[in-house]
C-alpha cells in the first residue's frame, strides 16, 4: 500500500516539475477547469504558455479523438492563472486517481483556487436551458476519489465537506452577475458516473433527494480539490431539461440547445474574468 502511494506522489511531483519548468517563472493563484460551457475561456487568457498534456510525464492523454488536451497559462482578470483546456471522465475508463492527478498537480504550483464550469441537465423544474448555475453542493454518486491509502501531504484522512463549495467566492459571483444583469441560480450538483443519461425514474429520485443539476464530471475533481485545501468555485451551463417522464424521445435535442449553451457561455465568460480579477 505505501508503495501505490509513493508512486502516486512521485508522479504528481514529476509532471508538477515539467510544468513549473515551462512557466519562465510565473506562478498560477488560481486553476480553472474549461468544462463543456467555458471552453471559450482559454481564447481570452492572455500571454498564453500552452502545455500539451502529452508532453507531461506521468500525465494522462485524453482518449477522445479531436478533444483538446491542454494546460494553458497566462493572464485573466490581471490575474496569472491556469487553465485545463480538456478535462477527463471517469466514463471513459480512467480511474480515480487519474483523472483526479491534474487537480493534485495544480495544487502543487501553488494555486489556491480552483474554478470549474460543466455542463448539466436540469432537475429544478424552474431551470431552462441556458441557464448558468452556482453550484452550492454536490451528491456525489462516482467511487470516491479519495479512497486508498491517504496521500498525507496534502490533507487529512477524513476531509470535511460541509462547505465544498467556497461562500465568499459564490456571494462575489452573485454580485458580479447582479452588476452585469445576469441572472444566477445556485443548486446541486448530482455527479453520476454515465455514460447513460438519467432514466426519468432516476431524474425523479435525483429530484427527490435534493438534486437541481445533474452530470458526469466535476464531484471528482472538487473532492480533491478541498482534500488539497484549495477554494472552489463551480458554476454549471443548463444545456437539457431532464426528463421525467418515459416520452418517444429526448425533446431537449437540437440546435436550440446548442445557440443556447453558447449564449450561457457568452455570459460566462466575463463573470469568471471578473470572479479571478476580484481574487
Ligand atoms: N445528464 C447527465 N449529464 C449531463 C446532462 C444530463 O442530462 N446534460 C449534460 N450533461
Do not use: W
Request: proline letters at 6%.
Amino acid at each position: 500500500m505505501t508503495n501505490t502511494m509513493d508512486e502516486r506522489i512521485k508522479k504528481i511531483e514529476t509532471a508538477a516539475q515539467y510544468i513549473e519548468s515551462r512557466l519562465d517563472g510565473r506562478k498560477p493563484v488560481a486553476a480553472i477547469i474549461l468544462g463543456s460551457g467555458l471552453g471559450q475561456l482559454a481564447e481570452i487568457i492572455e500571454d498564453r504558455i500552452t502545455i500539451p498534456y502529452a508532453e507531461i510525464p506521468c500525465f494522462p492523454v485524453s482518449t477522445v479523438i479531436g478533444h483538446k488536451g491542454n494546460f494553458i497559462c497566462g493572464y485573466l482578470g490581471g490575474k496569472c492563472v491556469i487553465a485545463m483546456q480538456g478535462r477527463f471522465h471517469y466514463y471513459e475508463g480512467y480511474d480515480m486517481a487519474t483523472l483526479t492527478l491534474p487537480v493534485r498537480v495544480m495544487s502543487k504550483l501553488g494555486v489556491k483556487v480552483l474554478m470549474v464550469s460543466n455542463a448539466a441537465g436540469a432537475l429544478n423544474p424552474d431551470y431552462k436551458v441556458g441557464d448558468t448555475v452556482i453550484i452550492r453542493d454536490h451528491i456525489n454518486f462516482m467511487p470516491n476519489p479519495l479512497i486508498g491509502p491517504n496521500m498525507e501531504d496534502f490533507g487529512p484522512r477524513f476531509p470535511d465537506m460541509t462547505c465544498p463549495y467556497d461562500l465568499e467566492l459564490q456571494e462575489k459571483a452573485l454580485e458580479i452577475a447582479a452588476g452585469m444583469g445576469i441572472k444566477l441560480d445556485k443548486g446541486v450538483y448530482f455527479g453520476g458516473t454515465g455514460p447513460t443519461y438519467e432514466t426519468p425514474a432516476e431524474v425523479r429520485f435525483f429530484r427527490a433527494i435534493g438534486a437541481d443539476l445533474v452530470g458526469m464530471s466535476t464531484v471528482p475533481e472538487v473532492i480533491v480539490a478541498r482534500h488539497c485545501g484549495l477554494r472552489v468555485f463551480g458554476m454549471s451551463v443548463v444545456t437539457n431539461v431532464a426528463n421525467t417522464e418515459n416520452v418517444e424521445r429526448n425533446f431537449n435535442d437540437g440546435e436550440d440547445v446548442v445557440q443556447q449553451a453558447n449564449a450561457a457561455t457568452q455570459r460566462m465568460i466575463p463573470l469568471f474574468t471578473k470572479l479571478v480579477e476580484s481574487l
